[in-house]
């Protein structure tokens, strides 16, 4: 964990804030959002650090851009939540990413176990968990097996995954503010 600089941190903070408030109200991220911060956050870390800055951006725009395709195309995720965790990796940098990554994952969880909760549909979550499990093992997509684990299915539970990353994000930068070698 490393502590991204000001101006890093102020363009993440105003990035997911924006795109959480969209997802939410909205349950779409906008190209103009995404597509900007990719080219703004590889800008930054190259201005404020030339090539080194450029490397550190790419990195982290590539690896956050495969984790997030992959689910992209077992159509567990949307397009916009791929390009925003994409921009989001150009500016925090890869290793960052990563720590972004977990506390986006524990926030999804929770929020997710509350939703499953709400909604009563436990024992329908297991079952789809465990044809999601035998799916992957066998090598194909589990919407393919049931089509309400496709993302944009009516019957699938959906949550503004663009607020995930947001809690995700803000999380990690309280972290490293408070526990981040200067």
């Not at 916009?80 to 989001?88: C, E, N």
Request: hydrophobic share 55%; aromatic share 10%; net charge positive.
């Amino acid at each position: 964990m490393s502590l991204p600089p000001p101006a890093v941190r102020i363009f993440l903070e105003v990035l997911v804030i924006v795109a959480a408030i969209w997802d939410i109200r909205t349950r779409r991220i906008p190209n103009w959002l995404t597509l900007s911060g990719v080219v703004l956050a590889v800008a930054l870390n190259t201005f404020l650090f030339e090539i080194n800055g450029l490397w550190f951006s790419l990195k982290g725009l590539g690896l956050a851009f495969g984790v997030y395709f992959v689910l992209y195309l077992l159509r567990a995720m949307g397009a916009g939540d791929v390009k925003l965790m994409a921009a989001v990796g150009a500016a925090a940098g890869w290793e960052n990413w990563l720590g972004i990554l977990v506390l986006t994952s524990v926030a999804g969880a929770v929020a997710g176990l509350l939703l499953v909760a709400f909604k009563g549909r436990l024992r329908k979550t297991l079952g789809n968990l465990g044809i999601i499990i035998t799916s992957l093992g066998r090598g194909r997509a589990p919407y393919k097996e049931t089509p309400e684990l496709d993302v944009s299915s009516d019957r699938a539970l959906r949550l503004p995954h663009g607020a995930l990353i947001a809690i995700g994000t803000l999380g990690f930068l309280a972290a490293a503010l408070r526990w981040a070698p200067r």
